[in-house]
């Protein structure tokens, strides 16, 4: 069976503590949020779950079935606690008390896939011969952020890429958001970050921002905008977008029409905690009210 999408990462157990104290566990990860948005799209998904093989509840939470999805043993389950400071959600401390295993290419399940999506939560999730390694397979696609976010004794600190000039180029899809467009970048100016990073060998940029998504080949640069009516469901926004963009790439259809549908998915996401549990006609629903 060929599939559209393979998501590769850790699985995590997240503790979300609200800006005004109410505190929130489950399962999370880019893994997971991704998993349920590529489905949404109508798109076929097989996901590679990094995780302690003794928390099959998380596996169990995905709501699929044995055929899309497989448990890569680890020492550790990943558990992350996010602490939101602001109304709006978009300033968090994020803190890690455990991290999974890296995930080596001889683990990598053999399921023939159009993409491969890197979803890492950490920099240590993937060895750099991963990359170098799928980009033999298929498409290969990366959330930045798990090449950018280091785990130091629990705090969570962004720092540069050091070898992004050497490894970029293996990416045909590559998601940021704005922050991490900055860091790698070292410009504010999305445009022209997206612009900086395909000069550096990415195919196909996403960059997510808390008012909308950005998406840019190299000829020509599209933008949708976020339209969420509230923002419980802010935990696991970019994975949203990305997962449901790859699907809509996957199945062949072009970037603006990927990308309008990915923020529609998103912004119908962010109205509620939890992954996006929607089908493609919700998606399509919700797009006719709040964007046609």
């Given at each position: 069976?060929?599939h559209d999408?393979m998501?590769?990462?850790p699985?995590c157990?997240d503790?979300?503590?609200?800006?005004?104290?109410?505190?929130?566990?489950g399962?999370?990860?880019a893994?997971?949020f991704?998993?349920?948005?590529?489905?949404?799209?109508?798109?076929?998904v097989?996901?590679?779950?990094?995780?302690?093989e003794?928390?099959?509840?998380?596996?169990?939470?995905?709501?699929?079935?044995?055929?899309?999805?497989?448990?890569?043993?680890?020492?550790?389950?990943?558990?992350m606690?996010?602490?939101y400071?602001?109304?709006?959600?978009?300033?968090?401390i994020?803190?890690?008390?455990?991290?999974?295993?890296?995930?080596?290419?001889?683990?990598?399940p053999?399921?023939?896939?159009?993409?491969?999506?890197?979803?890492?939560?950490?920099?240590?999730?993937?060895?750099?011969?991963?990359?170098?390694?799928?980009?033999k397979?298929?498409?290969?696609s990366?959330?930045?952020?798990?090449?950018?976010?280091?785990?130091?004794?629990?705090?969570?600190?962004?720092?540069?890429?050091d070898?992004?000039?050497?490894?970029?180029?293996?990416?045909d899809f590559?998601?940021?958001?704005?922050?991490?467009?900055?860091?790698?970048?070292?410009?504010?100016?999305?445009l022209?970050?997206?612009?900086?990073m395909?000069?550096?060998?990415?195919k196909?940029?996403?960059i997510?921002h808390?008012?909308?998504?950005?998406?840019?080949d190299?000829?020509?640069?599209?933008?949708?905008?976020?339209?969420?009516?509230n923002?419980?469901?802010?935990?696991?926004?970019?994975d949203?977008?990305?997962?449901?963009?790859?699907?809509?790439r996957?199945?062949?259809?072009?970037?603006?029409?990927?990308?309008?549908f990915?923020?529609?998915?998103?912004s119908?996401?962010?109205?509620?905690?939890?992954?996006v549990?929607?089908t493609?006609?919700?998606?399509?629903?919700?797009?006719?009210?709040?964007?046609?």
């Amino acid at each position: 069976m060929n599939h559209d999408v393979m998501l590769i990462g850790p699985a995590c157990r997240d503790e979300n503590i609200d800006y005004d104290g109410t505190v929130v566990r489950g399962v999370g990860g880019a893994v997971f949020f991704c998993d349920f948005a590529v489905r949404a799209s109508g798109a076929d998904v097989f996901s590679a779950v990094k995780i302690n093989e003794k928390d099959t509840d998380i596996i169990d939470s995905f709501e699929t079935d044995s055929s899309h999805i497989a448990l890569l043993p680890s020492r550790l389950t990943t558990l992350m606690r996010n602490t939101y400071t602001t109304p709006t959600r978009e300033t968090r401390i994020a803190e890690c008390l455990a991290q999974s295993d890296p995930i080596l290419p001889a683990e990598i399940p053999d399921e023939p896939s159009t993409i491969y999506h890197l979803a890492g939560l950490l920099y240590g999730d993937f060895p750099l011969e991963l990359i170098t390694e799928l980009a033999k397979k298929g498409k290969v696609s990366a959330d930045i952020q798990g090449f950018l976010r280091h785990n130091e004794n629990g705090s969570m600190n962004f720092h540069d890429w050091d070898v992004k000039k050497d490894y970029l180029k293996y990416f045909d899809f590559l998601k940021t958001d704005a922050a991490e467009a900055k860091i790698i970048t070292g410009t504010e100016d999305r445009l022209e970050a997206a612009k900086q990073m395909i000069a550096w060998g990415v195919k196909e940029v996403v960059i997510t921002h808390n008012t909308e998504v950005l998406a840019y080949d190299g000829t020509e640069a599209f933008t949708c905008p976020i339209k969420a009516r509230n923002l419980s469901g802010r935990t696991g926004r970019g994975d949203t977008t990305m997962g449901s963009y790859l699907g809509c790439r996957a199945k062949g259809l072009s970037i603006p029409e990927s990308l309008r549908f990915a923020t529609a998915c998103v912004s119908l996401k962010m109205e509620q905690p939890g992954p996006v549990k929607a089908t493609r006609e919700d998606v399509e629903t919700y797009l006719a009210e709040f964007y046609d």
